[in-house]
Structure formats: C-alpha cells, structure tokens
C-alpha cells in the first residue's frame, strides 16, 4: 500500500536557526497537505499543495512540492519557540479521493 | 464557524461498557472524519463520511461503530473496547472528499479515552 515517510523524527534547534523536514511517498500523489499540531494539542491545517514544483510561501514557511509530485518539503526560517511542535505531511492518493495518508511527522524543539 | 466540536473531552470507560463520542461541524462540510492517535503518532484514519455516507472503514474492529445522522453529525459508539484502545479520537471534516482544493481537514480538541 501507500506509505508516506518523513524524516528526521525529530530536530532540536537553536531559535533562530532554520529547520526543514521532508516528506516522501511511494505513490504519486494528487495534492499534499501540511499540519501542525502542537504539544497537547490537535492538527492544525497549515497548507496544500497540487500542482508539479508548486513552491508556497507563509511568513517564515516555504512549502514546495516535488516536480514528480512525490515529495514535498516544509522549511522555518529563523525559528522561533512558537514553532514547536510537530509538523504532518498528509498525501492525497490519485486513485482514492476521500483519504489522505499521514506521515510518521517531524516532532520540532526550539531551545531559547 | 470554522470549529469542529467534540463531546466528552475526557472518557474513561471500562471494557464492558457502552458509551459514544459525538463531533460537529457548522460548516457545512460534506466529508467527515474519524481518526485515532497513539502518543508520538500520526493520526491513524479509521472511518471516512462522505455525503452522509460510509465511504471508507480501514478495517477497524466491529466495537467500533460509526454513525452520520445528518451532515453535521459525526458519533462513534463503542463497545466491550479493550485497554490498547486507549488514545485520542480526534474527528476531522473537509469541504469535500480528498482530491483537489477544499480538502484541508478542519479537527476538533479530540476525545481523550481511557479503557480500564
């Protein structure tokens, strides 16, 4: 079946650093979506992306989307203490359009 | 209203008893979602509603019991659960199926559930 892999597990960082965490599928996909959920906390919807190489920019996050629509990545810059959490890739397989699979996740420590 | 509410936010239960997990979205949403999350996991998907619909079960046991009874109405009843149940149900909608734009997952707080 389809997987979705990310890598690392986990990333402790200085604030300020950057921070990136990547994301793969088996399958191509049909669109991948981003979340974060912090500590305690539920998913939050960050963003999705559709099309081949599309590249997305929110304030300090830039999500791109792979040119074979396989993979995906999420980069922070200059990270920040409200950055901890842990980030989700969510891939929508092609041949099945009620599901999305969820990556492992890469859990974020930001140290002050 | 971008909220999707779930009831109770704490359940602790033993393995002979009955009890439902309840979720609801005013956002007129057409897809609807159960999910269950271990500690350190990814959200795991159990039940898929589309159009009021079961339109996926990722073979989850039978004392797990879903149940739409409108499209702003998500329940899970569950019954003779067993210890390793234990964990966050959370409960998920989308404005449409997967595929395309309109599919981010809007969750709710999550249910907490403790099976003695």
């Known amino acids: 079946g389809q997987q979705v892999m990310q890598i690392p597990q986990y990333q402790h960082v200085q604030e300020g650093e950057d921070f990136t965490t990547y994301c793969n599928s088996s399958?191509?996909?049909?669109?991948i979506q981003w979340y974060k959920q912090r500590p305690g906390g539920h998913p939050v919807f960050l963003i999705q992306l559709v099309k081949s190489g599309e590249v997305k920019k929110q304030k300090r996050l830039t999500f791109q989307f792979g040119e074979a629509k396989k993979n995906s990545s999420l980069h922070i810059t200059a990270t920040q203490t409200t950055d901890v959490g842990t980030y989700f890739c969510a891939g929508a397989r092609k041949t099945s359009y009620d599901k999305v699979i969820f990556g492992p996740g890469t859990s974020l420590s930001v140290i002050p | 209203d971008t909220e999707v509410t779930q009831t109770p936010k704490h359940l602790v239960m033993g393995m002979t008893n009955k009890k439902s997990l309840k979720c609801e979205q005013h956002m007129g949403h057409r897809a609807m979602y159960w999910y269950k999350q271990k500690a350190k996991k990814p959200p795991e998907l159990m039940f898929v509603y589309s159009y009021e619909k079961l339109s996926i079960n990722e073979s989850v046991p039978s004392r797990f019991s879903p149940e739409c009874p409108n499209s702003s109405l998500l329940n899970l009843h569950l019954h003779a659960l067993q210890p390793e149940d234990s964990a966050l149900y959370l409960c998920a909608s989308s404005q449409w199926g997967a595929g395309g734009l309109g599919h981010e997952q809007y969750f709710g707080p999550g249910t907490r559930l403790t099976v003695t």
């Open positions: 399958t191509t996909l049909s669109n």
